[in-house]
């Protein structure tokens, strides 16, 4: 069975740019959510969604922003990038939000190393 | 606000023996999950064991176990028989139960096991 996957693994952006990272959830799994994990640190929730809406977001600013599509793959935008967002970014699906008793598993993907320079 | 703290950044022991990682979290919850992850090199985060809050025993998974002490909100694994593939970083995790949540996790522990 595929799990959840993640791309590109690695990216090299520059500051001031735009970066899109994709996540294609487990087959059947609604919900996607996105962390940011930077270089020794456990990871950061930045957003949950479900059937296509936002169901929860984590203390990160407005360049931060993500969508799911109709066929609950997802992607993660950030706009103006900084030095400080170099990070490991990694999805995670569940078959419902996070939080609800049942199925309450989130597996994880590989994740995309984001640098900056 | 809910806090999850490791207190033990780098833990080495040998091949075959046991190790405990302590973990201490902060909640005003009643309802809620932890976890403890794994994430080797390949840097995917693996569920190692759950344990739900309401529950009173220990949750076990083969070699790994716990320690669930709700009242002094402590959470520690421990790894019996240690092989070389349980190197890794070990993070512990909480989850609020019942609603939309996130999970919230620790700073890690790395755990290298020596032959």
């Known amino acids: 069975d595929a799990g959840v996957t993640q791309s590109p693994t690695h990216l090299i952006k520059t500051r001031g740019q735009h970066v899109t990272l994709r996540c294609s959830p487990i087959s059947g799994h609604k919900s996607v959510s996105w962390y940011q994990q930077v270089l020794g640190q456990g990871p950061q929730f930045i957003f949950q969604?479900?059937?296509?809406?936002?169901?929860g977001r984590g203390n990160f600013p407005d360049r931060f922003s993500a969508r799911q599509f109709p066929n609950y793959s997802s992607e993660l935008n950030v706009n103006a990038l900084l030095l400080g967002d170099s990070a490991l970014y990694l999805c995670?699906?569940?078959?419902?939000?996070?939080?609800?008793?049942?199925?309450?598993?989130?597996?994880f993907g590989q994740g995309t190393r984001l640098t900056v320079v | 606000a809910q806090t999850v703290t490791q207190s033990q950044p780098e833990m080495s022991v040998q091949e075959a023996e046991t190790v405990t990682l302590s973990c201490t979290y902060d909640t005003s919850e009643n309802n809620y999950y932890l976890f403890w992850y794994k994430q080797p090199p390949s840097r995917q985060m693996i569920l190692v064991i759950r344990q739900e809050a309401y529950k009173q025993q220990n949750a076990t998974e083969n070699r790994f176990s716990v320690n669930f002490q709700k009242a002094a909100k402590s959470f520690s694994l421990k790894i019996s028989d240690s092989q070389l593939g349980d190197t890794a970083m070990y993070f512990c995790a909480f989850m609020k139960s019942y609603s939309a949540s996130k999970i919230i996790f620790g700073s890690g522990t790395r755990l290298s096991i020596r032959p």
């Open positions: 995670a699906s569940s078959f419902n939000l996070i939080g609800q008793r049942e199925n309450t598993e989130a597996f």
């Open positions: 969604y479900y059937e296509k809406e936002e169901r």
